[in-house]
């Protein structure tokens, strides 16, 4: 009695391996990893924060800027509208810029820069489906600071 038992859990063990391994076979193939092109140009950007040194400013900053909307094309341009406030009513509403990536795309370069005292180039942090995290170095006051920015959609 005790064969049999050993017997058939023996085989029901391995028809459960030999199911759940055909599942995985026959299952919809994993998706595929998108481009970091694919990703940022997936739709447009919104700001979402602002740390500086690693504390958030953002309750520094004016509407009229954290509403901007930053929108970038797989052929390398892109978009920076002043949402629904313009900080300066004669600003135009939207600017364009041209993008690409740099250094084994953990550089992100912008042909205008995005911040006051800042430069083109940002570090890419992290691009994920929603998220877009990129930093640099500023000039505030004559002190150079760590700025990092979160974009969302």
């Known amino acids: 009695m005790k064969k049999r038992l050993l017997l058939f859990s023996s085989i029901l063990i391995l028809v459960s391996m030999l199911h759940i391994n055909c599942s995985k076979e026959n299952g919809s193939a994993p998706p595929t990893s998108k481009t970091k092109t694919e990703l940022i ?3 447009t950007w919104k700001f979402s924060d602002a740390k500086v040194n690693g504390t958030s400013v953002s309750s ?3 509407s009229c800027q954290k509403d901007n909307i930053l929108t970038f094309h797989s052929a390398g341009t ?3 509208d002043e949402g629904a406030t313009k900080c300066d009513p004669s600003d ?3 600017s ?3 993008w690409n990536f740099q250094t084994n795309e953990t550089i992100l ?3 205008t820069p995005f911040f006051s005292g800042g430069s083109s180039t940002f570090t890419l942090v992290s ?3 929603t998220e877009l995290i990129i930093s640099q170095n500023i000039n505030v006051s004559g002190s150079t600071q760590n700025a990092v920015i979160t974009f969302v959609h």
Do not use: H, N, Y
Request: aromatic share 14%.
């Open 96 to 98: 364009p810029f041209t």
């Open 92 to 94: 135009p509403q939207t």
């Open 78 to 80: 892109g978009t920076a």
């Open 109 to 111: 370069f912008v042909s």
């Open 127 to 129: 691009l994920t489906e």
């Open 41 to 43: 140009a997936k739709a």
């Open 60 to 62: 520094f900053l004016q």
